[in-house]
């Protein structure tokens, strides 16, 4: 029998990513023709593209017809990008715009997936309209790459968020969930900085996000622009680590709040919280508890699965 395509399409960058996935999952459930692309990780399920190749990205979009596309594709590892500067600047920068310039041929709407690490950390919460000082590599391409998005599609969105956790393939995909073996391994003491202020935002919760700003903009094409989504609960990483610990019913005491300023690699700042009342006031959001968000994601790596009865059942 004819299976019903849904008239909206949505293509995905960075489909087989941490966000991407969950995105594309989104998407996919709630009545969207969607279309995922990765590079490395893209076969079977999603399209293999190179969004450095310009003519196999003119060719994809110009081929589905996209009404929305959602950029989540980038190097997001601040220390990669300290050390590969240029391969990073060539996905996070010029990929960006090309994507851009490709959407507004076609009136397709952009979401650019920016980041916190635009601003310095000095003055939080920043709105949308306060000025970016990126104190790392990483922050300055993707400040160069909104840029480059809203210079070649002026109806364009950019959606910054902050550090994101979710359903992970390794722990190491997110620097939240690679503190699980720290926290599991309670025989030695682990350090954890204590000095950077953080807002963990889970990826389910930003996927509803870039679907309800979608589906808002097919109604209304004034929604376009800066946006701000986040988690609402701040915490350092060390406080995140003794919240996995408690959600999990693990010990807690081997871990050592360091309070000084990382001295080793990128800068961070301090505290980059996102004010944001400007999407809350379109009636768009989501925010999954902390402890529940990261419990929903982490209990396939528990080492002990004796845990697992008392958690779950």
């Not at 960058?13 to 023709?33: D, M, P």
């Not at 079977?44 to 081929?63: G, K, M, T, Y």
């Not at 390794?170 to 699980?180: C, D, I, K, Q, Y």
Request: glycine letters at 6%; proline letters at 6%.
């Amino acid at each position: 029998e004819d299976v019903e395509i849904p008239s909206r399409r949505v293509l995905i960058t960075g489909a087989t990513g941490l966000l991407g996935r969950a995105v594309f999952k989104e998407f996919n459930g709630n009545n969207w023709n969607a279309v995922g692309c990765g590079y490395r990780r893209a076969q079977p399920r999603f399209e293999q593209v190179n969004l450095l190749d310009s003519i196999a990205v003119h060719d994809i979009i110009h081929d589905f017809q996209p009404h929305i596309i959602v950029h989540c594709a980038a190097e997001r590892r601040p220390d990669v990008v300290e050390s590969q500067p240029d391969s990073a600047s060539q996905l996070n920068v010029a990929a960006s715009g090309n994507l851009a310039k490709e959407a507004a041929a076609i009136g397709a709407f952009l979401i650019y997936i920016s980041t916190d690490y635009v601003f310095d950390g000095t003055s939080p919460p920043y709105k949308e309209t306060d000025a970016p000082n990126p104190l790392n590599l990483y922050g300055k391409t993707k400040l160069e790459g909104e840029k480059a998005v809203l210079e070649n599609n002026e109806d364009a969105a950019v959606l910054r968020i902050p550090i994101l956790y979710g359903e992970v393939e390794r722990l190491e995909e997110s620097a939240v969930t690679v503190m699980f073996d720290k926290v599991q391994f309670s025989n030695k003491s682990a350090n954890m900085d204590h000095w950077q202020q953080r807002f963990p935002t889970y990826v389910k919760d930003v996927a509803v996000v870039c679907r309800q700003l979608a589906e808002k903009r097919m109604l209304d094409p004034s929604i376009k622009g800066m946006f701000h989504w986040s988690g609402n609960e701040q915490m350092t990483k060390y406080e995140m680590a003794c919240a996995i610990a408690d959600a999990f019913n693990l010990p807690s005491s081997h871990l050592r709040p360091i309070t000084d300023c990382p001295v080793v690699g990128a800068l961070r700042p301090r505290n980059a919280q996102l004010d944001c009342s400007k999407l809350e006031m379109l009636g768009i959001g989501q925010r999954t508890p902390f402890r529940a968000g990261i419990k929903e994601s982490l209990w396939p790596f528990l080492i002990d699965k004796r845990w697992r009865q008392t958690v779950f059942h």
